[in-house]
């Protein structure tokens, strides 16, 4: 079973994947407000911010990505393409 931020997350990717960029963005700041230390809606929103080219955006929220997760990898790969 899901957490409430997993599922609004999950959505916003659906909605992300279907070239809903904008609905996804609201969804995915739902998924953070519901848990601001999961890392996961945080990453994705930068992606999604990326996508619309507001870098400034982008970039914010793949630094809080790479805080709340450290370790991973693809947070800083995306961060090196928004850069």
Do not use: C, H
Not at 28 to 37: D, E, K, R, S, V
Not at 66 to 78: E, G
Request: glycine content about 6%; aromatic content about 10%; proline content about 5%.
């Amino acid at each position: 079973m899901w957490t409430p931020a997993e599922t609004a997350n999950y959505k916003a990717v659906d909605l992300f994947e279907a070239g809903k960029t904008n609905e996804a963005l609201a969804v995915f700041g739902q998924a953070i407000a519901l848990n601001p230390n999961y890392a996961e809606p945080v990453y994705n929103r930068g992606k999604a911010y990326l996508t619309l080219g507001n870098y400034n955006a982008a970039l914010s929220d793949l630094n809080q990505a790479a805080t709340l997760t450290p370790s991973n990898a693809d947070i800083y790969n995306q961060r090196g393409i928004t850069k």
